[in-house]
């Protein structure tokens, strides 16, 4: 019987926490802490299970990868690597600005935070396309989605393929490899470009007369800021935050969800609203390293200056962390350094630490570049994962589940566990959705006596592909700010991207990774 109710505390637990993420009043990671507080106040988790998360090798490797795309980003080597992608020509076009640009995209965002790499992006990206006289709103979205699709290619490309990777240490398993995400990965992002390229120019809206009086020129002294979730005014009113005496600014307009809105005075401030300032002109430069604010753009090319040596430091850097973490599992490297587990931790670890050594990113400030609420996030989400095993909901929902294959295969439960986890990750993060997946997939796959290998993998590539919203990815929701697009505007373009991951991943996946029969 207690047993029963631990079920349905779990159960209620994770709708209430859904409902919560949904509405977006609270910050996820709190939304999640409230949840593990819950089970360990009903004794469904101990203090030790709740806490466990925070020690997560994935959940810190993915807080030192924060650091190391900081470095990146500070030494403007991406920047250069823009310029020189998208020269202003004549006769550019948009599918032309796509082929020399999504590819490269996808590459760097292999192995960086997407964040950066989008934020970085997006205001050259914006003035490249003003001189070449293109519609702007044609290669955000694009953008954000170039970013994910390299993301699922490596173990570092994005942090919910951490997440599961520690998950699956803690279990017992071996984990992914460097590139080992890349076998199905690599397909998809090939797709996904594809796709973009042939059919993007028509499925995503030309600028719109509503942006011309709004619009951001260069040497202007207005600014778009997109909110981020330290700003303080969170959830507060236009007239309960002085924005003006706080950061020397007027707000001019408020855009959310592609739409202007007018009465600045019941504006409650949200994660992702873009403000449109007009500054002093000092504004980006003193407001620039702040977390406040997901990005700013005055519409010129603000670029960090950086010594050259730092940009080819930075870059050796990332190099030799990617290079170590691929080979510093092979079985030859543990016999020729005996003692050392040169893994992703290890060499994330001493890349972060030679960077702030050699101040490519301000060891002082450190704590600013980390995104604090999505490592609470992932701790929670992981101790919530917990206690849905010691409820039973897992297994519960696996016995469910793999019911399926009495008419059909495991390829049924895989398309079902696949579909549940996209749908759930395009309106909650991404990160969660994963770590409520990981439990009923172990689950599930110890029921039908497989290799639980397809299931976990399944879980990272649908927690990643968040296409048809800008809920479930920061970039999607930066680029709805800056680019002025309706939640429509994602659905068109991104619906149809989704169901190309899907058919690729249900294809795919069970041929690399078969259902192995366990004993």
């Known amino acids: 019987m207690s047993g029963n109710i631990d079920i349905w505390i779990v159960f209620g637990g994770l709708c209430l926490m859904m409902g919560m993420l949904i509405a977006d009043r609270l910050r996820p990671g709190f939304v999640l802490f409230s949840g593990v507080v819950l089970f360990m106040c009903t004794g469904i988790l101990t203090p030790q299970e709740a806490l466990a998360g925070f020690g997560n090798e994935g959940m810190i490797t993915v807080g030192l990868l924060f650091l190391v795309s900081e470095g990146v980003r500070r030494s403007d080597a991406l920047g250069h690597l823009v310029k020189w992608l998208l020269p202003v020509r004549r006769g550019m076009t948009v599918r032309k600005g796509y082929l020399r640009m999504l590819p490269t995209i996808a590459a760097v965002s292999a192995f960086l935070n997407n964040t950066p790499v989008v934020v970085v992006f997006i205001p050259i990206i914006k003035q490249w396309a003003r001189k070449s006289g293109l519609a702007i709103r044609k290669f955000l979205i694009p953008l954000s989605y170039a970013a994910i699709l390299g993301g699922m290619c490596t173990l570092i490309g994005t942090s919910t393929n951490l997440v599961v990777h520690g998950m699956m240490l803690d279990e017992g398993f071996a984990g992914f490899s460097m590139f080992e995400l890349g076998k199905v990965g690599v397909c998809i992002a090939l797709a996904g470009l594809l796709y973009m390229l042939l059919l993007g120019d028509r499925r995503l809206p030309d600028d719109s007369a509503l942006e011309e009086p709004l619009r951001i020129e260069p040497s202007d002294r207005s600014v778009e800021a997109v909110l981020g979730p330290r700003f303080p005014g969170i959830n507060r009113t236009f007239e309960e935050f002085d924005f003006k005496s706080r950061y020397g600014a007027e707000i001019r307009a408020v855009r959310r969800g592609g739409e202007e809105l007018n009465d600045l005075n019941t504006i409650v401030f949200r994660v992702g609203d873009t403000l449109v300032l007009d500054t002093d002109g000092t504004f980006v430069e003193t407001w620039g390293d702040s977390r406040v604010f997901l990005m700013l753009s005055n519409g010129s090319e603000h670029r960090p200056s950086s010594p050259r040596w730092k940009k080819w430091l930075s870059l050796a850097l990332l190099v030799v962390m990617i290079g170590g973490a691929t080979f510093g599992s092979m079985p030859f490297m543990a016999d020729l350094v005996p003692g050392l587990q040169l893994d992703m931790f290890f060499w994330v670890c001493v890349v972060a630490v030679l960077m702030a050594l050699f101040n490519i990113f301000p060891a002082k400030k450190y704590t600013k570049f980390i995104s604090w609420d999505i490592l609470v996030t992932i701790a929670s989400a992981l101790a919530i994962s917990r206690a849905m095993v010691n409820s039973g909901l897992a297994d519960w929902i696996a016995a469910r589940l793999t019911g399926l294959s009495a008419i059909a295969s495991p390829w049924a439960v895989l398309a079902v566990l696949y579909i549940t986890t996209n749908l759930i990750t395009e309106f909650i993060t991404n990160n969660a959705a994963a770590a409520f997946a990981f439990p009923v997939a172990l689950s ?55 169901i190309i991951a899907f058919l690729l991943s249900m294809l795919l996946i069970p041929l690399i990774w078969p259902f192995e029969p366990i004993g």
């Open 444 to 498: 599930a796959a110890t029921h039908l006596g497989v290799d639980p290998m397809p299931f976990f993998v399944a879980i990272c590539i649908a927690a990643s592909c968040s296409f048809s919203s800008p809920i479930g990815y920061q970039t999607n929701m930066i680029v709805q700010g800056i680019g002025n697009y309706r939640f429509g505007d994602f659905v068109r373009i991104g619906l149809p991207l989704n």
